[in-house]
């Protein structure tokens, strides 16, 4: 028969490594552990100093501190489970605070970031304290001790007459981060107990914490707490509207309720902080410290709105004391199949649902006057719509607002096409599906799918596009802009050389394969010996297209034309003989800023030379091209100046 102690489960010392030493990843998660220490021992008051050189931190607090024997049994015992072992003082702390310590493990994390720890700590008139190092624990492991033990510190090195005092030195520096300022805004938002209320402040280098330092409550515009629950709102200079939510459900347990508050910033953008990280996040905290680091990327709601969405939310329900602990070992997360979150998750998805439809609500009311009052012409247009019009014209608006771009110009670019798009669906009775789906990509293209109003659209966005590069073209004043604006826009508006080649494509494959034959060159040395400012390869309808541009001054001779055009369709010739295209169509055009003697001497031979190159090659001017262009589209020019008055405002805007 077996005996009682045939088998033991043991803990080897080298699993510090796995519970502490490198679990914690950030430094505002290691100072956590201790600051909670801290709130735990009733301290009123916790210091953080940080050198400024980044070679130790010091965490002070005035707290109750510890013995030489709570030091051992409670502080130096990994595991030590407060709640359940302390008789008096496990879950209340003496001040009444609950506790927010649960694993016994979050000493360890001191490791994360330093090699060597000093405690000191004096209880009831007695001082002492301890230096611990990593070196010294891998030791312990490798010489198989059954425990560390830390090194006692000399009286006279003792720093403290009340409370704890951590010292980190050896600092890992790339644990640092971003310093102070960083760490300000990341602990605030770790913490719901800071400040006068709750009889606990925390000061770094020095300045206390305050929840404007979390960064979110001063970017919100529209802002949401649950029940009875007012957050301070003295930072929320931007705040419009608010409203409270329910902070329950009906079915949960009479102790259980949601406390907090969630908001939306008026611009995503603004939710993304260098200092504090990502805001567009909703953290949630349980006993006043961060329990989940952002519980919004769990609700898997792609709605716009969510791009806006900013909080911090109290769920102490989800550590309660009688129920089993279901943080993970860092607590930045939990475990997601418990029931307590499943519930915390469907509270949020309904309480969201309504969020979000009066986020709209609000979005069309404010942007829409913010927008009008940004643009007189948006104004103008609004005013302009008959009345039965106006609801789909703001919630369009709205909605485009809400749209993130990086620059306002953007959004009034937006504006505008948006403007467009709804007079053409106004005159189909459909501007009620426009703006219902700005933000559904199927459902717009089908509104928008009419086949003469698309393409009249289409080909007016692309001939306004030309009128553009046109323009381009009636403020060149000196041959140096011909060949600059003609370098930009010839070779991928080939409709410049011919209005009928709408579209030309290029072959990456095929440029390669030509630069290796010598057609193309990147040598700047061999450009400035064959006068060439630039050349490409395109196709388009069939046919190869070789397009040399030549520098503005300079001259050239009909031969030196003749002899380059026929090398490269000798060298394109082999290479499409080899992809088994034995008769190509190709042409090579000349593009040059003066004319070359036959071109008023001797036409014909200037002709028979370019058919010999290939049969559709010749030369064209920068002159040319341009009052080519001009012609081509001088009606469209003549009509454009005609513009009715939406086109006026549109503008405008």
């Known amino acids: 028969m077996p005996t009682n102690d045939q088998y033991k489960m043991t803990v080897d010392l080298n699993v510090l490594d796995h519970l502490g030493i490198n679990l914690y990843s950030n430094i505002a998660a290691v100072l956590t552990e201790a600051v909670a220490n801290a709130w735990d021992a009733d301290a009123?008051?916790?210091?953080?100093?940080?050198d400024p050189d980044g070679k130790w931190i010091e965490i002070k607090d005035d707290g109750i501190g510890m013995s030489v024997d709570d030091m051992n049994k409670k502080y130096l015992r990994v595991g030590y489970r407060r709640r359940d072992e302390d008789q008096d003082f496990g879950r209340t702390t003496a001040k009444g605070r609950p506790v927010m310590g649960r694993k016994g493990l979050?000493?360890?994390?001191?490791?994360?970031?330093a090699k060597t720890i000093e405690v000191h700590s004096a209880k009831n008139g007695e001082s002492h304290g301890l230096r611990m190092t990593i070196d010294g624990i891998h030791k312990s492991v490798q010489d198989k001790e059954p425990f560390y033990s830390p090194e006692p510190l000399p009286k006279d090195q003792i720093q403290v007459n009340n409370g704890t005092v951590i010292s980190l030195n050896d600092i890992k520096r790339q644990?640092?981060?971003?310093?102070?300022?960083?760490?300000?805004?990341?602990?605030?938002?770790?913490?719901?107990?800071?400040?006068?209320?709750?009889?606990?402040?925390?000061?770094?280098?020095?300045?206390?914490?305050?929840?404007?330092?979390r960064g979110d409550l001063p970017m919100v515009q529209f802002l949401w707490n649950f029940g009875d629950d007012e957050p301070d709102l003295s930072s929320a200079g931007q705040l419009l509207e608010k409203e409270a939510l329910s902070n329950r459900l009906e079915a949960w347990d009479d102790d259980w309720k949601v406390g907090g508050w969630i908001g939306t910033a008026r611009l995503p953008k603004q939710l993304d902080s260098d200092d504090a990280g990502n805001l567009n996040s909703i953290v949630v905290f349980a006993r006043g410290r961060l329990f989940h680091e952002n519980i919004l990327d769990k609700l898997n709601d792609g709605r716009l709105y969510t791009k806006y969405l900013t909080g911090q939310i109290e769920a102490?329900?989800?550590?309660?004391?009688?129920?089993?602990?279901?943080?993970?070992?860092?607590?930045?997360?939990?475990?997601?199949?418990?029931?307590?979150?499943?519930?915390?998750?469907?509270?949020?998805?309904?309480?969201?649902?309504?969020?979000?439809?009066?986020?709209?609500?609000?979005r069309r009311l404010h942007e829409v006057e913010k927008a009008k009052e940004t643009s007189p012409a948006l104004a103008e247009?609004?005013?302009?719509?008959?009345?039965?019009?106006?609801?789909?014209?703001?919630?369009?608006?709205a909605k485009l607002s809400a749209l993130p771009v990086d620059q306002e110009e953007d959004r009034k670019l937006m504006y505008k096409h948006g403007i467009l798009a709804f007079e053409r669906m106004k005159l189909r009775g459909s501007t009620d599906e426009l703006a219902t789906n700005i933000h559904n990509i199927d459902k717009l293209l089908s509104i928008l799918a009419d086949r003469d109003a698309l393409e009249a659209s289409i080909y007016r966005d692309i001939v306004k596009s030309r009128l553009d590069a046109i323009k381009d073209f009636q403020e060149i004043v000196d041959d140096n802009a011909k060949e600059k604006i003609l370098q930009k826009y010839l070779f991928d508006h080939l409709w410049l050389l011919d209005p009928a080649w709408e579209r030309a494509t290029?072959?990456?494959?095929?440029?390669?394969?030509?630069?290796?034959?010598?057609?193309?060159?990147?040598?700047?040395?061999?450009?400035?010996?064959?006068?060439?400012?630039d050349i490409a390869y395109r196709t388009t309808a069939g046919k190869h297209v070789i397009v040399e541009l030549k520098r503005v001054k300079r001259r050239m001779k009909l031969l030196e034309l003749q002899e380059q055009g026929q090398t490269y369709v000798d060298k394109l010739m082999k290479i499409l003989l080899a992809q088994g295209d034995a008769t190509p169509n190709i042409e090579v055009i000349f593009v040059l800023g003066e004319p070359i003697d036959e071109e008023g001497a001797n036409p014909d031979r200037l002709k028979s030379s370019m058919t010999a190159i290939a049969p559709g090659s010749r030369i064209a001017h920068y002159d040319s091209l341009i009052k080519g262009a001009q012609?081509?589209?001088?009606?469209?020019?003549?009509?454009?100046?005609?513009?009715?008055?939406?086109?006026?405002?549109?503008?405008?805007i």
């Open 175 to 213: 644990r640092l981060g971003r310093g102070a300022k960083a760490l300000r805004k990341r602990l605030a938002r770790r913490f719901s107990v800071i400040g006068e209320a709750y009889g606990f402040k925390i000061l770094i280098d020095g300045l206390p914490l305050s929840t404007a330092d």
């Open 506 to 533: 290029s072959s990456e494959i095929m440029e390669n394969r030509l630069t290796t034959e010598g057609v193309l060159t990147q040598d700047l040395t061999e450009k400035e010996k064959l006068g060439r400012v």
């Open 631 to 652: 012609e081509s589209y001088s009606e469209y020019l003549k009509k454009s100046k005609q513009l009715d008055k939406l086109e006026g405002i549109v503008d405008r």
């Open 381 to 397: 247009w609004f005013a302009s719509l008959p009345e039965g019009f106006r609801k789909s014209a703001e919630t369009l608006i």
């Open 44 to 50: 009123g008051i916790v210091e953080i100093g940080i």
């Open 316 to 362: 102490d329900f989800l550590d309660a004391d009688d129920a089993p602990d279901i943080a993970t070992s860092d607590r930045q997360r939990v475990q997601e199949d418990d029931p307590r979150y499943v519930q915390l998750i469907v509270f949020l998805k309904k309480q969201l649902t309504q969020v979000e439809r009066r986020w709209t609500e609000w």
């Open 106 to 113: 979050g000493k360890l994390s001191l490791f994360s970031i």
